[in-house]
């Protein structure tokens, strides 16, 4: 699975990750969470290669990934979803979806070039697992319309159907629920614990308590880039640290 060690981001004088250590075990539903500007984002950013970390590495499986491409990365089974829906527009809900099953099929594409036999129809194979992702998500009976004809939390939906359609072994979504009201939040939160009971490790980013609280097995938090507790959804809400790095924000930044 994947594990960070004492990763550090820095953006010129500003320190976003400071050493910040975690290793997601098989299966687990593993919630990062902590106030605006805490690092979160950075995190996953530096995880899936869109940073390169100013420190410390990342493991996938033992293997050392660190500084490889968002490409390689996603190839070897690392999927997101972004804090800002990232959708292609001018296509249908299905052609978004294909974009990411085709992640995983140019290897079955260049055995094709080269007369391998086992890969007769990758796109076939790849529209096979762009249906299914769709069907996870039910988003079927939506599947020729425009992504921009989607409401917000389809489009939300949507995206992790494109992330599930890579065949991830990890999936890590940043908010996915920031935003929606109060039944498309629960119908999301729903989707997850699915997907987590389903086997599914994920690294998941949110601010919804309700959601990080109900389906988490544990959770990291952070604070000005550092992780200041780690455990379980019981341990986190009982956590005076935690609880004060709460309160801190409205107040005084000490
Ligand atoms: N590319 C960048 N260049 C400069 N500063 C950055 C960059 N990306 C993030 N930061 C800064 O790093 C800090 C952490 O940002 P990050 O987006 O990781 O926070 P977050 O915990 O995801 O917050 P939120 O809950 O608001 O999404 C912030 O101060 C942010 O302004
Ligand atoms: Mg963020």
Known sequence: MIRTEGLT??????????????????GELFSVIGPNGSG??????????????TGGEVYLDNTRVTGKSPMELNRSGVARTFQNIRLFSSMSVFENVMTGSMVRSEVSLLG???GSRRSRDPHEAARKRAWEALEMVGLTDKADLSATE???????????????????KLLMLDEPVAGLNAEERASI???VDRLHKGGMPILLIEHDMRM????????????????IAM??????????KVISAYLGETGATA
């Open 9 to 26: 981001m820095r953006f010129g004088g500003l320190t976003a990750l400071n050493g910040v250590s975690l290793e997601l075990r098989p």
């Open 40 to 53: 979160k984002s950075t995190l996953f950013n530096v995880i899936t290669g869109i940073y390169r970390p």
């Open 112 to 114: 094709d070039l080269f």
């Open 150 to 168: 989607l409401s917000y939390g389809d489009q939300k939906r949507l995206e992790i159907a494109r992330a599930l359609a890579t065949d991830p």
């Open 189 to 191: 939160t729903q989707l």
């Open 212 to 227: 990080v609280m109900g389906i988490s097995d544990r959770i990291m938090v952070l604070h000005y880039g550092k992780a």
């Open 231 to 240: 455990g379980t959804p019981a341990e986190i809400a009982n956590d005076p």
